[in-house]
Nanobody
Framework: VQLQACGGGLVQAGGSLRLSCAASGRIIRIDDMGWYRQAPGFQRELVAVITSGGSANYADSVKGRFAISRDNAKNSVYLQMNSLKPEDAAVYYC??????????????????WGQGTQVTVSS
């Protein structure tokens, strides 16, 4: 399974961005999908996670400003980021917990990360 993320960029404080991430491969099922971020000098932290049924959880720092959603038919997850603050600047990574059908026919349970997309917020 591979994840391809896009949508980062430079935005002024108070602005909005929408991140997208699509999974591809021999996918049987994708369970939780999520977004994490890592700023320079800091550990990677959870931003938001969503189950296959659509239940979402958010970091306190983004509640009310960010919204995570997914399209199960497209194996995709999205992050709508509004009212962006300079402290939201980071590399954002998508994550997917999946079950795939290996070439040998066995089921593989795994976790994959996207390549990261940079979000920069100017004050």
């Amino acid at each position: 399974v591979q994840l391809q993320a896009c949508g980062g960029g430079l935005v002024q404080a108070g602005g909005s961005l929408r991140l997208s991430c699509a999974a591809s491969g021999r996918i049987i099922r994708i369970d939780d999908m999520g977004w994490y971020r890592q700023a320079p000098g800091f550990q990677r932290e959870l931003v938001a996670v969503i189950t296959s049924g659509g239940s979402a959880n958010y970091a306190d720092s983004v509640k009310g400003r960010f919204a995570i959603s997914r399209d199960n038919a497209k194996n995709s997850v999205y992050l709508q980021m509004n009212s962006l603050k300079p402290e939201d600047a980071a590399v954002y990574y998508c994550k997917a917990d999946y079950v795939e059908n290996s070439p040998s026919g066995t089921l593989v349970v795994g976790r994959e990360w996207g390549q990261g997309t940079q979000v920069t917020v100017s004050s």
